[in-house]
């Protein structure tokens, strides 16, 4: 199956700070999420982006597809940011989603 | 617009009996997907529903089987309850019309005990 690997494993920034957080997968898929979830348990959609560049707000992410990697940057970083953020992928658009093992953000104050 | 909700938020379970968990998918989404989170792990597929059939299923026992109802609802059954099923379960809906990807509810935390 296809396996998705997700740098760094954890991270510690100080509020304001920026940081980009890295997601390599090892086949073709037409499905790729990033999820933050939140200290409560809730996986929130952050962009769905297969391929190409999306921003929101102070977050933005970019997939190059052919070289199966996604990358998630997080500028002027809040406390409100801090919680586990995952890579999730599919091979088809509504194929089950396998999620990396996520990125652990710390946001101090 | 409501969300995928989820229902109960937290139960407590014995070790042996049968669990059932509740999942209403996003307004316009007719697939549903259930994943297990343990505690520190990404989220695990369960299965998938649409037009009320399993139309894919992770490496999961039998002990787990779902339902999907006329209205897209769907339940999770959980039989003979093991000390190792405690974790978060997550639904997840998505339109197979539409694309754009999964939106998760925000699960139910089950502990056997």
């Known amino acids: 199956g296809i396996q998705v690997e997700q740098s760094p494993p954890d991270l510690i920034l100080q509020e304001g700070a920026n940081s980009t957080l890295r997601c390599n997968f090892s086949d073709s898929v037409n499905n790729l999420q990033w999820f933050h979830q939140n200290p409560w348990g809730q996986l929130i959609n952050l962009f769905y982006i297969p391929s190409g560049t999306k921003q929101n707000g102070r977050l933005s992410a970019t997939t190059v597809a052919t070289e199966r990697y996604s990358l998630l940057y997080i500028s002027s970083s809040q406390t409100t940011d801090s919680g586990v953020y995952f890579c999730?992928?599919?091979?088809?658009?509504?194929?089950?989603?396998?999620f990396g093992k996520g990125t652990k953000l710390s946001v101090k104050p | 617009d409501a969300g995928v909700t989820q229902s109960p938020t937290h139960l407590i379970k014995t070790r042996g009996q049968q669990v059932t968990l509740r999942c209403s998918p996003k307004?316009?989404?007719?697939?549903v997907s259930w994943y297990q989170q343990a505690l520190g792990q990404g989220p695990q597929f369960i299965f998938q529903y649409y037009e009320e059939e399993e139309r894919q299923r992770g490496n999961f026992p039998d002990r787990f089987s779902g339902h999907q109802f006329p209205n897209y609802s769907s339940e999770l059954n959980v039989n003979a309850l093991l000390l190792g099923d405690s974790a978060l379960y997550l639904c997840a809906s998505s339109s197979r019309q539409v694309g754009y990807g999964y939106t998760f509810g925000s699960g139910t935390r089950l502990t056997v005990v």
């Open positions: 307004s316009g989404h007719d697939t």
């Open positions: 999730a992928v599919a091979r088809g658009s509504q194929g089950n989603l396998i």
